[in-house]
């Protein structure tokens, strides 16, 4: 189903959306704010990269989720010594749709530091909840390796029948592993990506932009900050 579901989308209809994404109103302001997810202040993974900042969770919320305050302290003060080590483990020149088998398993297996980093975000570790659930930390993580990780939120699930995040890691890495004749989804997105102009943009973004500008419903939908996690950017 994961696979299937770019494939929905014509390449022409999937760069359109892209370039819409990124479009702005007269007065210069973007009409959806998260086309300045990856680039506000230089871009998590090339500004402190093993630490989540202020300006992440800014990041983070021009995708319209809400961090809980008691969230933000820990994450940036409270758990960074713990996370640091893990984001370390995870290179920034990592690419998701160049992943093998082992390389997958060793970054975001059971075992790996990109599970050990969700799980500590998500407080899934035996700590007090606080409020940060799968779209949001799927959101940080995105945030500091956009080659790396695919955001969910329910939109994506919905075009995706994913009902939640759970194994969305081996799923998409198992839609990239699939070939079609005339390519398959890195293939595909890397089209979209060089129709839309926006070569800047990690093929997860791509991916993720294409889904939810397909599936978000009508034109005249708001972007909110829905605590719900709906996903609405």
Partial sequence: MPYKALFNVSIDHAATYVKHYFST???GRPKFTGSR???????????SPNAVTADDLIAVAMLAVHVPGQ???GILNGLAGELEPLWDQLPTDAKFEDLDGAS???LLGPDGPGQKI?????QNNGGVPWGVGQTTASKIMARKRPHLIPIYDSVVGKQTGMKNSSGQWNQWFEAFQEKRDGGGLKERLETIRERAGKPHLSLLRVLDIVLWMDGRGPETTKEVVDLSEAGER
Avoid: I, K, M, Y
Wanted: hydrophobic share 40%; no cysteine.
């Fill in 71 to 73: 969230a933000a302290l």
């Fill in 118 to 122: 969700w799980d500590t975000l998500r």
């Fill in 37 to 47: 997810f990856e680039t506000l202040a230089n871009g998590g993974d090339l500004t």
């Fill in 25 to 27: 109103w007269d007065n």
């Fill in 104 to 106: 997958h398993t060793n």
